[in-house]
């Protein structure tokens, strides 16, 4: 079975543009989470999409936003970007039905470079 | 709130030595711990997974146990290879945030032949 898949895998923009990121979870996952990972913060959640709604958000500005498509396909969105937004953003799937936390599955990453 | 700690690395170990990366956690409730690994290039990878006091989870010689009385979840290989050269990842995520994953920092693993 096809593992999730991220596209593009590289990118670069420069401050002040937007960038739209895509995530194709496995097939039959209903649940999507974008994680940003940078050096000096580590990993951290950005939200979570169930079922075409986010179910869950983590400490980000605005100018990040996502959304999730009747298929389980999520893209996320970063606007005005500043440098700061360099980053790998990595998306993972899961069922997500159910009472306890769901084994997620990773991506292999956008790598996304703000000059 | 909830976080993670892990042992700070690099860690440097000859092949065929054992492994321990320590791991503790600051979580109300009874969250599910997970390893995480990471090999360069590329995205994570689950190692294995926990979801109570007790539990211990363990795949390809890697294991861990979820030790509520000490808040850990330290991983363990008896005997490491060049190829798990890797940064592994402590996590945790809590039924009352749904998936949601908190993460360590990461240690970094270099395995020497």
């Known amino acids: 079975k096809a593992g999730v898949t991220q596209t593009p895998r590289y990118l670069i923009k420069t401050r002040g543009q937007q960038v739209t990121l895509s995530c194709s979870p496995i097939?039959?996952?209903?649940?999507v989470s974008w994680y940003q990972q940078t050096p000096g913060q580590g990993l951290q959640f950005l939200f979570e999409y169930f079922s075409e709604t986010q179910r869950n958000k983590g400490n980000f500005p605005g100018r990040f936003s996502g959304r999730q498509f009747s298929n389980s396909r999520s893209e996320m969105n970063v606007s005005t970007l500043e440098l700061g937004d360099s980053a790998l953003y990595l998306c993972?799937?899961?069922f997500g039905i159910g009472g306890a936390p769901d084994t997620q599955y990773f991506g292999p990453g956008t790598r996304l470079t703000v000059l | 709130g909830n976080s993670v700690t892990q042992m700070e690395g690099p860690v440097t170990l000859s092949e065929e030595a054992f492994l321990t990366i320590n791991c503790t956690y600051t979580?109300?409730?009874?969250?599910?711990l997970f390893w995480y690994v990471q090999y360069p290039g590329e995205g994570l990878q689950l190692l294995l997974k926990a979801t109570k006091a007790d539990d211990k989870g363990s795949n390809k010689g890697f294991e861990a146990t979820y030790r509520k009385e000490t808040t850990s979840f330290h991983l363990e290989k008896g005997s490491v290879q060049v190829s798990d050269s890797a940064v592994y990842f402590c996590a945790l995520s809590w039924q009352e945030y749904g998936n949601k994953l908190v993460f360590g920092a990461g240690t970094i693993l270099r395995v020497k032949s």
């Open positions: 979580a109300t409730g009874y969250p599910s």
């Open positions: 097939s039959g996952h209903r649940s």
């Open positions: 993972a799937s899961s």
